[in-house]
């Protein structure tokens, strides 16, 4: 079995990785909804990437200071510029903007959570990697269980106009067309680089967005920075900082079929954090969510390669 550096086994560390991946990109919808209540979307997602952004660059300062970051090319910036705007910029503000508009946290986990289809659909033609039967068997039943945890609370949202429900539908878009332009980068940076690119560009264009539209100003109610350290700790870092190490440690399908959990998990969080309710049909959808993420990573697992998922993707990119 393999180890880790720190003497714990390989699969034992991804699993631990993987549920607190789960668990932080679902805070992100939660967090949404607690800082909607209190600003535009503008204003959140400008403070919030304005405070990762300063931790993240006083960060790389101290390792630069102490010479532990490699040279990047102006290639590898650029791209990293781009990923990060479809991947922060235009995921976050279409998921915040639909809850704004009136759809619930449910439904735009489940329209999110049509991302794994997606990705390994195309997976093959992009990347050359191979998704085999029993994933894909396991990929339809995470799609059903998210749609049967889902469905009742899309059924019976109102308030909301009927093209609110395409927005999140373009956010994940955004975010499918970046993880497959960051499995094509082969010289990527370190992590910290990457996360503080990826950021320091988000702060930029909220920031500017913000001025431009007057709301830049922040209230000064304390639910409202209790939203952005929440969404800054767990959402961004937690989140989406674990999304980009476990897909180059997992691979593309093995990551997004966790988005399966999102919607379920969202769900039961809702529930006991603003009384949603939570019926059979959820934890029914939760327990299909949870076998067809075991049935798709187990599928990954058994495969000889050293790499998984993440060296036949690469092997196919050099071919």
Partial sequence: MRTSPIGIPARWLTFAMSAVFVLCWSSGFIGAKLGADQAPVLTI??????????????????????????PMSWRQFG??????????????????????????????????G???LVVAALA???????????????????????????????????????????????????????????????????????LAIHCGASAVIFTV???????AVPPMAGTFWVAIAWLTILSTLGGYGLYWVLLRRSGVTSVNTLMFLMPPVTALWGAAMYDEPFTWTTAL?????????????????????????????VAGVAR
């Fill in 285 to 313: 959808g939760l327990a299909m969510a949870c076998g067809a993420t075991w049935v798709v990573n187990c599928g990954a697992a058994e495969r000889p390669a050293d790499g998984g998922m993440a060296a036949k993707e």
């Fill in 114 to 116: 049509v991302q794994p």
């Fill in 124 to 194: 093959g033609p992009i990347l050359g990697a191979v998704t085999r039967g029993r994933q894909w068997w396991g990929l339809m039943v995470g799609a059903a269980g998210v749609v049967l945890v889902t469905w009742a609370d899309a059924s019976s949202s109102e308030g909301a106009p009927w093209w609110a429900y395409l927005v999140p539908l373009v956010g994940m878009a955004s975010l499918v067309v970046a993880t497959f332009l960051e499995r094509r980068v082969i010289d990527a940076p370190a992590p910290t680089v990457i």
């Fill in 209 to 215: 967005a913000g001025v431009v539209a007057g709301v």
């Fill in 45 to 70: 997602l400008m403070w919030r990437f304005l405070a990762i952004a300063a931790v993240l660059g006083a960060a790389l300062w101290v390792l630069s200071r102490r010479r532990r970051l490699p």
């Fill in 79 to 112: 791209l990293q510029l781009v990923i990060g705007v479809l991947s922060q910029c235009g995921y976050t503000v279409t998921v915040y903007w639909a809850i704004s508009l009136g759809v619930s946290t449910g439904t735009t986990a489940l329209i999110d």
